[in-house]
Structure formats: C-alpha cells, structure tokens
C-alpha cells in the first residue's frame, strides 16, 4: 500500500506541476495556429537537366532559410518523393508576399563592384549558378591547413577574362540579393579551376560550398497543391477542439469509475498518465499538433479505453465464475493480454504502412497514432495492472462489489 501511495503521489505531482509548462512548448501546426501550406513540383531550370536527390534536398533548406529570414514562425520544409517539396509556414501576416518569395528559384550570382558603386556593393553580374560545373565545389585544405572552397567553371575562356580584368578586385558571391563573401582575385585563372580562401571556419567552407552547388542547378518550383488557414479560424479550431477533448475526457472517466469503481478509478489515473506521456513526446521530438495529429491522438485514447473495458470485464467474468479476487485479477490480466496486443499489434502494422506509403498529413496521423499505442501498452497494459495487482495484494480491494460485481451474479466453482 505504501508502494501504492508514493507512486500514485509523485507521479499526480509531476503531472500538475509540468502540464502548463508542457502545454506551453507544444507547436502547433498551421491548422491550429494559422498560416498556408504548398506543395511544390520541381524540376530543373535548364532543359534536359537531371534532378537529383542533393539538388532537390539544397534547394528545400534555401526555401527554409529563405522563411526564416522572412521573420516567419518555425517553418516546415520537406521533400516527398523524387520531385516534391512541402511547405508549411504558421503564423503568417502577409501570405500573398511570402508565397512570392519562396517561388523564386535561389539564384547564385558573382559579381564585381561596377562603376559608381558604394564601398562594399557590387551590382556588376559576371557568373551566374549555371555557369558553374554541377557538383563540383567541394572543400579542400590549403597548405596552411585552413579550409578553402574549390570551384570548376564550364567556360574555360569567360573565367580566364573575368579574373584578368578584375585582378586584385574583389568578386563577390550572392545568393538572391543577399552577400555571401568577397574573395579577392589573386592571379588570373586559365584553367577553369579556381580556389576560395578567406577567414572561414569549417563548417562556413561546407555551407559556401553547399550553395554554390545548389546554384550550380537552380530549380524551378510549381505549386501544385495550396492550403490556407486563417489564424482566427485556427485559434476557433484549436479552442472547439479543446472543449470536446475535456468534454469527452470528463464522460470516459465518470463512465469508467462508475462501471468499474476503483479499478475503473486506476484505468481512469493510467488514462491521464498516458495523456501527459503523450505530451511529453511532443515537446522532446518536437512534434507538430496538427488536427490529423489530435485525431490519431483521440483515436489512442480510444483503444486505450477499450483495452481497460476488456481487462476488467475479463476479471468480472472470472469474479463470477467464483475465483478469488487476487485469482480473478491475474487470470483476467491474462487472458486479456493477448486480446488487447492483437488489436494493438495490427494497428501498429496499418499505422507503419501509412507511414511507408503516406504524405505530409498521412504520416504525422501515422506516427502519432503509433506512439500513442506504445504509451498505451506501457501505461494501461503494464502500469494499471500493476496498480491493481498492488491494490489486491494490500487487501484494499476484498469485495466483488468493489469490481461492479453482484453478489448474486457469482457462481460457484
């Protein structure tokens, strides 16, 4: 009973005192919050150029940072597929602007200070993403042991011009209009091979090499699917959602504890431990809440309850078949078991194949339905059954009653 105690204690204290918290860093998605979503085709600028992997994966984090330089909230950019990317962006004041930003393919340019200029602007363009060899930046070290970027331009003749006429000047790298570097051009180059050296740590070197190659093959974005969500009709989802989950929450409980009494009550305490795991999970993975995601949520709940209902209707049908109480709850527990880890077990297999084979909102309900079935197990299967047992074994639970059971529904053995 002491072990019963402590544990029932310290877990209700936990649980108060982290929820608000908790609830707090939980991240809502776009239907809850407010924003748009798009998903876009993508294929290459020039004709007849190949789309691979590494360019499609390059230009999905220029469209993330690109949404992080817009001020936008924690955006979401995936790629689907071998052509796809997905596009989620909450909280957003002025979609129409930012949907015309992130279309734009990320362009790569080059340039040099043209006359009338500022000091530190360069408007001249002399190479473009698509004068550079596909690929072929990589990072070296230099014989000072510092890290360099190594770059193949396609026209032997053009470099070789370029870096003659701007000997001892700098040749800046853009990426869209923002600055990215300024080396300075050292010696003329004739071979179509050139070196980047500056003051860079390593992981700059990797990222400047990164981008060149991404401009090495722009790509062309085509929005082939659009949502857009309001943030007040967000905030009412959110809010109406909330009201039936408590509503609905508040039923289970009264039902469970008046058809089961205390081993109803347990159920009822491992429910609410699940609940919390749950967003426990998605503040540590920093998982997005989404509607699919708060209807595979409920849908856990669900099978939870069901679970629990078979449990104890099995160790009621042992009560009246005249076992012990201790007798009834170990056969229950155990002739339920293999009942309930079938209902999970192919539920798992279906949420793991809509994973495989699903998109964007398909997966999120996939994956959260998969752990909330994890959760359960642990916590209904495992944990209301040892409460019970526990309870059982300190003499706490010594009458049918106590189960929903009558005394005249018993039959002796």
């Known amino acids: 009973m002491l072990s019963f105690i402590i544990t029932v204690l310290v877990l209700t204290g936990v649980m108060v005192f982290t929820t608000p918290g908790l609830l707090d860093k939980v991240r809502l998605g776009l239907d809850l919050k407010g924003g748009f979503e798009i998903l876009y085709h993508a294929e290459p600028m020039e004709a007849g150029a190949e789309l691979s992997r590494a360019s499609l994966q390059k230009t999905a984090e220029s469209l993330e940072k690109r949404a992080n330089a817009l001020g936008t909230s924690e955006p979401e950019v995936t790629t689907e597929g071998t052509d796809r990317i997905r596009l989620k962006i909450a909280g957003v004041t002025d979609e129409a602007e930012v949907r015309k930003k992130m279309k734009e393919p990320a362009v790569l340019t080059f340039r040099s200070a043209a006359e009338g200029d ?3 602007t360069y408007s001249k363009i002399e190479l473009v993403g698509s004068d550079f060899v596909e690929g072929a930046a990589e990072v070296q070290r230099n014989n000072l042991n510092q890290p360099e970027i190594s770059i193949k331009i396609k026209d032997k003749d053009k470099f070789a011009e370029i870096t003659k ?20 051009v050292r010696a003329e180059l ?4 050139a070196s ?11 990222e400047l090499a990164d981008t060149i190659n991404l401009g090495a093959l722009p790509l062309k974005l085509t929005e082939k699917y659009s949502q857009s969500v309001g943030a007040t009709l967000g905030k009412q989802s959110l809010d109406q959602t909330i009201k ?4 609905a929450s508040v039923i289970i409980l009264l039902f469970m504890i008046g058809m089961y009494r205390l081993p109803g009550a347990l159920a009822s305490f491992a429910l609410i431990l699940h609940t919390w795991l749950l967003i426990f999970v998605f503040v540590v993975a920093d998982f997005t809440l989404t509607l699919p995601g708060i209807a595979a949520f409920i849908l856990g709940i669900g099978m939870a309850v069901d679970a629990n209902i078979i449990t104890n209707e099995r160790i009621r049908e042992e009560m009246r078949n005249g076992k012990s109480i201790l007798s009834s709850v170990k056969a229950g527990n155990k002739t339920s078991f293999r009942t309930v880890m079938d209902a999970n077990i192919t539920t798992i297999i279906v949420a793991a194949v809509m994973f495989a084979f699903g998109t964007g909102a398909v997966k999120g309900f996939a994956l959260i339905l998969i752990v909330e079935i994890v959760l359960s197990i642990v916590t ?3 944990f209301a059954h040892w409460l019970l047992t526990v309870l059982v074994k300190a003499g706490a639970l010594k009458k049918p009653k106590q189960f929903g059971v009558k005394e005249s529904d018993i039959h002796a053995l």
């Open 244 to 247: 039936a989950g408590l509503v």
């Open 165 to 184: 006429r701007l000997l001892g000047q700098e040749l800046a790298i853009y990426l869209d209009d923002k600055l990215l570097s300024a080396p300075t």
């Open 118 to 120: 500022a000091a530190g």
């Open 190 to 193: 004739t071979d179509g091979s």
């Open 196 to 206: 980047i050296s500056g003051n860079y740590t390593l992981n700059e070197a990797r």
């Open 380 to 382: 209904n299967l495992y």
